[in-house]
């Protein structure tokens, strides 16, 4: 049951973070997109997703609902495996909690911000909520809001699960965001 657990917060929270941070591109309808990866990494020495809380009837659940998660992921610039160690195409980091709440499917409420710390976003950060089910191909989950260059930011971001092995969720997150208008 341990490994099952694992490999099920490793996908959920996977379905969280993946930014690749070029020069971003502007959509035809103001939105501003890029690529991060998410690294979730549940094992090892240095985990960076670790359950925090579980209801007692947690662990005999199949979909690990009652389950709460507190998350510290690397966000890269590659899709690459990072393990435990920072990874030198880190541009931040996606800092919150997932909680585990649908009895059915595999379901987590995602809680997090996205923390921006090299590149051209650097010192601005993304706030990100939403259902994500973590076995369907692509998740949308909202930009509720953001800081720096992304102050009262809107948009969504859309997750992929790139992979999944050896204690590491890999999760490629497209944000689509459109920051408020300069005064």
Request: glycine share 10%; net charge neutral; aromatic share 8%.
């Amino acid at each position: 049951m341990a490994s099952k657990a694992a490999l099920l917060l490793l996908c959920a929270a996977a379905a969280a973070v993946s930014v690749l941070l070029s020069p971003a591109t502007a959509a035809d309808d103001g939105l501003t997109k890029f690529k991060v990866y998410w690294h979730d990494v549940f094992g090892g020495k240095s985990p960076t997703a670790i359950r925090i809380a579980q209801a007692a009837s947690t662990n005999s659940s199949s979909t690990f609902f009652g389950a709460v998660v507190a998350i510290d992921d690397p966000l890269t610039t590659t899709s690459a495996v990072t393990g435990s160690a920072k990874s030198k195409d880190e541009v931040g980091r996606a800092q919150g909690t997932y909680t585990f709440a649908d009895q059915h499917t595999i379901g987590a409420l995602m809680n997090m911000n996205f923390v921006f710390t090299a590149g051209d976003y650097k010192g601005s950060g993304l706030t990100i909520y939403g259902r994500n089910e973590v076995l369907t191909a692509v998740r949308e989950m909202s930009i509720i809001g953001g800081t720096g260059k992304f102050r009262m930011a809107q948009g969504y971001v859309e997750a992929r699960t790139i992979s999944n092995d050896n204690g590491e969720t890999v999760v490629e997150y497209t944000v689509f965001v459109k920051p408020a208008a300069t005064a």
